[in-house]
């Protein structure tokens, strides 16, 4: 399975864009990108995942490189209920046909956001 | 909907004994899975469905059954409960396996003494 590498932890200001780095340098051609983030003692929600091209949603973007071996996830404007581990995970396409499609989570960023 | 639910959220056990975390989805997801994590770390998988009837293991299995009799529950057994199965759980689901989004219950915070 392709793997992923994350700062441990950043910090931004309240209302300031933050850029969280991903890299997947060993990512294979079917496999999407997802994020997901984990607030303090909640479960893990997703917030966004993308294959080739930049997405866009209502909570975040998301920028691959070109060569996929890279992403970064951005908040437009970060507020304090932002403050959370951000996962960044590999998760094989649909072109794989049968089983589960398993998600590989790493250790993550912890993101801090000041007042 | 209720999404994904899972009960207890809070259970201490002693070493030996055996328990059962439930997990249950009113959303007609195909795939529901169990998660650890262990302090500072991301999730590790424990078992997964991909149906009613179907179950398979994941990357930490040992010390851990499941079942999948139905398509809105799936439980996680503790066989013999040790203190290295001291973690938070967490079941997910998503709809098949063209679904994108996983969605997390809230998390069971399990301590054997």
Known sequence: DAKTTQ???????????????????????????????????????????GLTSNVNNRMASLAIAEDRKSSTLILHRATL?????????????????GGYNKLIFGAGTRLAVHP | ????????????????????????????????????????????????????????????PNGYNVSRSTTEDFPLRLLSAAPSQT??????SRINNAGNTIYFGEGSWLTVV
């Not at chain 2, 209720?2 to 795939?31: I, R, W």
């Not at chain 2, 999730?43 to 398979?56: E, F, K, M, P, Q």
């Open chain 2, 87 to 92: 973690s938070v759980y967490f079941c997910a």
């Open chain 1, 7 to 49: 700062p441990n932890s950043m910090e931004s200001n309240e209302e300031e864009p933050v850029h969280l780095p991903c890299n997947h340098s060993t990512i294979s051609g079917t496999d999407y990108i997802h994020w997901y983030r984990q607030l303090p003692s909640q479960g893990p929600e997703y917030v966004i995942h």
């Open chain 1, 81 to 97: 209920r932002d403050a959370a581990v951000y996962y960044c995970i590999l998760r094989r396409g649909q072109l794989f046909s």
């Open chain 2, 1 to 60: 909907n209720a999404g994904v639910t899972q009960t207890p959220k809070f259970q201490v056990l002693k070493t030996g004994q055996s328990m059962t975390l439930q997990c249950a989805q009113d959303m007609n997801h195909e795939y529901m899975s169990w998660y650890r994590q262990d302090p500072g770390m991301g999730l590790r998988l424990i078992h997964y469905s991909v149906g009613a009837g179907i179950t398979d293991q994941g990357e930490v």
